[in-house]
């Protein structure tokens, strides 16, 4: 069988080396792929928006199954187009990707189906949205809905803050002209649940949680995630048990209701609040980097797996019961300015880990940084704590000067 992977970071390069395991995979195609990926696959570079020249591309090869790893190809409508041709395809539709892809979308799926999740009003007038933060007040959360290069999110602890917030986005327009949801503000521990969901059936997997600041306690910038781990301590088998059933199921049963059934991995961005499991965010693929994570775990093979789902069969899933963590190696300056085509070496060195690549490119026989994040370094072992220091031993043989990453990976379980 010959399969196509959409995407070029560390989560495809994950997907891909999941791919390879198994038996029935002969060829794999990654658009655009990395340095790392081209190792397994071969890469053709075709953007991942670019979903006329994907569609031909893989109908003139044949490819027996699409794999989608980005919202922005999801979003795009890849789904719909390649079903269109007749091309298999392991994806969320575009109305589905909603989900993620849409806020206010979200929270009124969740409204309507009673889906825990925080309360909420959205506003596209300035004034209005003044008039409710009076009646609310801080702390409070203020989502702008729609691209904003990861500053959409503004967890509000002042009035102020909450003001200016506002201002930015209604007044000034300075992300766009979308609207913004008004959140109330929850506490707790965050989890990601990734699901594969193929209409009402819902099939999980392990539980991962991210790390999303720049810096070590927390510090720091947002960033796309700097490290994941998995399994989670603190959540207790009863919690699990809601979370797939309260919501997970509850949300893939809602979207087949809203006539978009979801096909794909659906991901609950989840927080463990006083008063129970409540949605922070879905999102409509898996999640980056929980998936270097996760799908080392999987025992079984995942090219059945997206077929079974794909088809309406239910899939084997056998999971290892070892601990998994893994770091993001990410360029200095990283997410602000940083730069790029630094040379990295020592990787052959590593034993007894999985490097995913995330931000790379090769030069000759020379490996160079190419992105914010660089690599992802995962280990297994049978507690996290020891997955935690063999990690490190190992990270520390790559040379590179440009490189940092944060050494709390797991602190909240450890
Ligand atoms: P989002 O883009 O919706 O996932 O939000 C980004 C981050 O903001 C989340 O990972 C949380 O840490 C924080 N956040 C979002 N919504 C809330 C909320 N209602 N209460 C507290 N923190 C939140
Ligand atoms: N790790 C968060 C995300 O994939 O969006």
Redesign the pocket.
């Known amino acids: 069988m010959k399969v196509l992977v959409i995407g070029g970071g560390g ?1 495809e390069h994950a997907i891909c080396a999941a791919l390879k395991k198994s038996k029935k995979v002969d060829k794999i195609y990654c658009a655009s792929g990395n340095a790392g990926i081209a190792s397994i696959a071969e890469c053709v570079s075709i953007g991942d928006t670019d979903i006329e020249a994907l569609a031909a591309f893989a109908k003139s090869r044949t490819i027996d199954l699409t794999v989608v790893g980005p919202e922005a190809s999801l979003a795009a409508g890849i789904v719909d187009r390649f079903e269109d041709e007749g091309l298999k395809i392991f994806g969320a539709s575009r109305r589905a990707t909603q989900i993620e892809s849409s806020k206010e979308f979200a929270k009124n799926l969740m409204r309507k189906y009673d889906i825990p999740t925080a309360k909420y009003a959205i506003f596209a007038d300035y004034n209005e949205a003044i008039a409710y933060l009076e009646r609310h007040q801080a702390p409070i959360v203020i989502k702008y809905d729609g691209l904003a290069a990861g500053k959409g999110v503004v967890v509000a602890m002042t009035d102020n803050e909450a003001r200016n917030a506002l201002k930015d986005m209604l007044l000034d327009h300075k992300y766009g002209d979308a609207k913004v949801i008004m959140e109330e503000f929850m506490q707790g521990p965050e989890f ?1 649940f990734m699901c594969f969901v193929g209409g009402e059936n819902v099939y999980p997997m392990a539980l991962a949680q ?1 790390h ?1 600041r720049a810096f070590d306690n927390d510090q720091g910038p947002n960033t ?2 700097m490290g ?1 781990y998995s399994p989670l301590p603190f959540i207790t088998y009863e919690d699990r048990a809601f979370a797939l059933e309260g919501i997970m199921k509850k949300t893939a049963k809602a979207l087949v209701a809203e006539g978009c059934p979801f096909y794909g991995v659906l ?1 609950g ?1 989840l927080m463990k609040t006083a008063g129970g499991i409540k949605v922070i965010e879905f ?1 409509a ?7 270097e994570v996760v799908l080392p775990l999987l025992k079984s093979d995942i090219f059945e797996v997206f077929n079974d789902v794909i088809d309406g069969r239910t899939p084997v899933l056998e999971w290892d019961t070892r601990a998994a963590i893994g770091f993001v190696l990410a360029s200095k300056g990283y997410p602000e300015s940083y730069d790029k085509g630094i040379e990295i070496k020592g990787l052959d060195s590593l034993q007894g880990v999985e490097v995913y690549h995330m931000g790379t490119k090769s030069d000759g026989n020379r490996l160079l940084t190419n992105g914010g994040r660089v690599l992802f370094v995962t280990a297994l072992a049978d507690t996290l704590s020891d997955a935690r220091k063999h990690a490190i031993t190992q990270i520390s043989k790559i040379e590179c000067k440009n490189l940092f990453y944060r050494r709390d990976i797991g602190y909240q379980a450890v």
Do not use: I, L, Q, V
């Open positions: 989560r990601s991210d999303k796309g995630g994941a991901y961005g999102n693929r898996f999640g980056d980097p929980e998936t």
